[in-house]
């Protein structure tokens, strides 16, 4: 198949578009290269059989991303702004690129006769009073711009599918870490907030210490619970979830493990990969975490048959690869 990938050049789209290439499809990346890195692509096609086209622009560019889009099959879509922190602070940057960004590339699908796409979104679409697990059918009820802007774009492939014969996939990732075994991608980051690249930082003295935010909460350790899967696995996803473009409609899948860590059990993973204590300080309670966050796998597993296959270690263990071989990530743009 032709492809195009939007947000090929971030993280998660350059496993993906080395996963699709490996598979024999044909890659048209999409990339404004705002938070994707054009290095990532370049180590891609060094492991590929043959390489990406990078089209840089923006995906609410309707002219642009209808010549991007000849021949193409199936989209997939992870072009994003995707900080929660930041979308409470600027919900309108979150309005403007993750929806007006949607809504400019389901106008130049409709106009260009293609209607597969393949949509990421998140486990932040769900509503924190929702119960653990969180099932496909559980309540919706974002609390950030961020998660609020991936919920409404489900509802707009919804009607795409109901109104315009769309067939849409929307995968809710939940939390990824890790890199490519290879150890040449990863996640470029400039300013992590996120836990495993922090704790990858203390170890290499890039943070004075790792603060665990919250260690009162009602759970076994008194830290946070959270879904982490691996990359490889989540970009493995897309690849299976492909198959359910065949069948008309909208359909939501869950990607994670269904196996809760704690930040706890997340630091000792990282000490093991490092040999080293991990300097820790404990902090306050973050503002928004919710005290546990995990996923119900069964519904992808029963329609499509996906597995995540990768445990903690093995995600902590690439990333640390990663973080140790690659310091400065892809280097400057
Ligand atoms: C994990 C746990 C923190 C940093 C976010 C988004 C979510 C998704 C993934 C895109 C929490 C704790 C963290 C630190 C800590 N993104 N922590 N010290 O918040 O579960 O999810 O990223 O869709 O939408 O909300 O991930 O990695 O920030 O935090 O103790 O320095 O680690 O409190 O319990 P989160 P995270």
């Not at 705002?34 to 492991?47: F, I, K, M, T």
């Not at 922190?85 to 106008?107: A, D, I, K, Q, V």
């Not at 974002?142 to 849409?168: C, H, I, N, V």
Request: charged share 20%.
């Amino acid at each position: 198949m032709r492809t195009l990938v939007t947000g090929g050049a971030g993280y998660i789209g350059s496993h993906l578009v080395l996963d699709l290439l490996q598979a024999g499809h044909e890659v048209v990346v999409l990339d404004d290269l705002s938070n994707g890195h054009p290095r990532a692509l370049e180590r891609v096609a060094a492991l590929a059989p043959r390489p990406a086209e990078l089209v840089v622009g923006d995906v609410a560019d309707v002219p642009l991303v209808r010549r991007a889009l000849a021949g193409v099959d199936v989209v997939l879509h992870l072009a994003a702004f995707k900080a929660v922190g930041e979308s409470m602070e600027h919900p309108e940057r979150y309005f403007r690129n993750n929806l007006g960004g949607l809504s400019g590339l389901l106008t130049a699908m409709r106009e260009e006769g293609v209607k597969r796409i393949l949509y990421s979104s998140t486990a932040a679409v769900y509503s924190p009073q929702a119960p653990m697990p969180l099932r496909e059918d559980s309540m919706v009820g974002p609390d950030s711009p961020y998660g609020w802007t991936k919920a409404q774009g489900e509802q707009m492939l919804s009607w795409m599918a109901a109104r315009a014969g769309f067939s849409a996939v929307s995968l809710r990732y939940f939390n990824p870490v890790g890199a490519h075994p290879s150890g040449s991608i990863g996640e470029h980051v400039v300013a992590p907030s996120n836990l495993v690249p922090r704790v990858l930082m203390a170890l290499t003295g890039h943070l004075p210490a790792l603060t665990v935010f919250g260690s009162d909460y009602d759970t076994a350790d008194g830290t946070c619970l959270r879904d982490y899967i691996h990359v490889c696995d989540l970009s493995r996803a897309h690849l299976v979830a492909l198959a359910a473009l065949e069948r008309p409609g909208h359909h939501v899948y869950n990607v994670g493990t269904g196996r809760p860590h704690s930040v706890r059990e997340v630091l000792a993973a990282c000490a093991e990969v490092a040999g080293r204590p991990v300097p820790v300080v404990e902090g306050p309670r973050r503002a928004g975490d919710m005290p546990v966050a995990v996923a119900d796998p069964a519904r992808f597993h029963a329609d499509l048959g996906f597995r995540a296959e990768h445990d903690l270690h093995g995600m902590v263990a690439s990333a640390w690869r990663w973080w140790t071989e690659n310091p400065q990530g892809y280097g400057p743009r």
